[in-house]
């Protein structure tokens, strides 16, 4: 697999992230069956697809960036789908999440 193909590889597995977050809001504690199976579902593709990427990049930036993209995924659909408040401080952190997940990106080596 090329740099670039990992790099691609990571951010969805991080899009996955966010998806099995977000199921767990569904799920309700795992009470509620189809939730709680595309949940799990989508936790084994976001690990697998985080395993194959690490075979490329380097674990430490890997991890980092699979988590911030699940953390900043889950926080704007919190906002969207959950009503949870979004503060100028709150948005602020997240800029600079995501600010933190280009720069790692940025500066990983090619």
Same mark, same amino acid.
């Given at each position: 697999?090329?740099?670039?193909?990992?790099?691609?590889?990571?951010?969805?597995?991080?899009?996955?992230?966010?998806?099995?977050?977000?199921?767990?809001?569904?799920?309700?504690?795992?009470?509620?069956?189809?939730?709680? $199976?595309?949940?799990?579902?989508? +936790?084994? &593709? =976001?690990? /697998?697809? %985080?395993? @194959?990427?690490? *075979?490329?990049?380097?674990?430490?930036?890997?991890?980092?960036?699979?988590?911030?993209?699940?953390?900043?995924?889950?926080?704007?659909?919190?906002?969207?789908?959950?009503?949870?408040?979004?503060?100028?401080?709150? $948005?602020?952190?997240?800029?600079? +999440?995501? &600010? =933190?997940? /280009?720069? %790692?990106? @940025?500066?990983? *080596?090619?």
């Amino acid at each position: 697999m090329t740099h670039a193909a990992a790099w691609l590889v990571l951010v969805v597995a991080g899009l996955f992230e966010t998806a099995w977050a977000i199921g767990l809001k569904y799920a309700d504690g795992f009470t509620r069956p189809w939730p709680s $199976a595309f949940t799990i579902a989508a +936790l084994a &593709v =976001s690990m /697998v697809l %985080l395993a @194959l990427a690490v *075979r490329v990049l380097p674990i430490g930036t890997a991890y980092a960036v699979w988590v911030g993209i699940g953390a900043l995924g889950a926080a704007a659909l919190g906002v969207v789908l959950f009503q949870e408040p979004l503060t100028p401080a709150r $948005a602020g952190f997240l800029l600079l +999440l995501l &600010v =933190s997940i /280009v720069g %790692l990106r @940025l500066t990983s *080596r090619s």
